[in-house]
């Protein structure tokens, strides 16, 4: 895949880029950034994931921008000239979870328990209210993407002493508590971390062994991550979930139903 036309800058921290490419869609760009070096592989891992678990993420690829396509427009010639970089398919005519005020209903809510655990196995306390795109399908009614997965494992630059030892409690988050207001079945959490819990092991080394050279991931931070995985799929998520259940989800509940 090939770039054809840069668009513009886009909002955040992480200096993401709107670009066509030759298969005719606009994709959101990440490129590789000292400070951030683990954004990348962190938006990959929560990519391959999120896509296995079937959750609402849109469409991403790594991709080479080459130097001589970036070296064309000053906001992408000041970025680093690492290979690779991370593609986010661009969903247009969406909302981030602050711009709308009243949401009704979620056409997808099915999903919504499976980003929560996602978010819990993964260790990602950025689920903000900007970090899901919100479609709008009717009055009040929307589709919800997630998207920005750059600080799982507990933020963008982790070392490998700090994913060994990820926080197992509660992560505050406004924006689980909204999707949990709208799921439906306390069973769909786990069904969920059942779909966690059998993902083949081999997947998540193939997923690990995917992470471009260029990244800076070593060979024992895979193993890392892998491990991490692993432990916590079965260590740590399936309490942290009743946790959950207990603290957020049933009290959001109780209340609507006295309400
Ligand atoms: N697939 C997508 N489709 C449409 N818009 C997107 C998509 N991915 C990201 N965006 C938009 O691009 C901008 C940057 O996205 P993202 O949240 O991934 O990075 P960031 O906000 O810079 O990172 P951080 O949240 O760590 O500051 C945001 O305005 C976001 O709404
Ligand atoms: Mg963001």
Not at 5 to 12: D, F, R
Not at 79 to 99: E, R, T, V, W
Not at 178 to 185: D, E, P, Q, T, V
Not at 187 to 209: C, S
Request: hydrophobic letters at 40%; one cysteine or more.
């Amino acid at each position: 895949m090939m770039p054809v036309a840069y668009k513009q800058k886009l909002e955040g921290k992480s200096n993401s880029h709107l670009i066509t490419f030759n298969d005719g869609n606009d994709y959101v760009v990440k490129f590789y950034q000292t400070g951030f070096e683990k954004s990348l592989a962190n938006e990959w891992v929560g990519y391959c994931l999120g896509r296995y678990l079937q959750l609402p993420i849109p469409f991403g690829k790594i991709i080479d921008v080459t130097q001589e396509f970036s070296g064309q427009f000053p906001d992408l010639a000041e970025m680093s000239q690492i290979p690779y970089q991370f593609a986010s398919l661009y969903i247009p005519n969406c909302q981030d979870g602050h711009d709308v005020e009243t949401i009704h209903e979620i056409t997808n809510h099915c999903s919504l328990a499976g980003v929560i655990l996602l978010d819990y196995w993964l260790f990602n306390r950025d689920r903000t209210r900007k970090n899901i795109l919100l479609h709008e399908t009717g009055p009040n009614q929307f589709h919800l993407w997630m998207i920005d997965q750059a600080e799982i494992f507990g933020g963008y630059a982790w070392s490998q002493t700090e994913i060994e030892n990820l926080p197992d409690d509660l992560i505050k988050s406004a924006t689980h508590q909204l999707m949990a207001s709208f799921i439906k079945k306390e069973e769909q959490f786990f069904q969920e971390l059942e779909y966690i819990q059998t993902i083949p092991i081999l997947l998540l080394e193939e997923i690990m062994a995917l992470i471009p050279d260029e990244w800076n991931v070593t060979k024992e931070e895979k193993k890392a991550m892998v491990t991490t995985l692993v432990t916590r799929r079965h260590k740590v998520l399936p309490e942290v979930i009743r946790k959950f259940i207990k603290y957020v989800y049933r009290p959001l509940h109780e209340k609507r139903s006295r309400d």
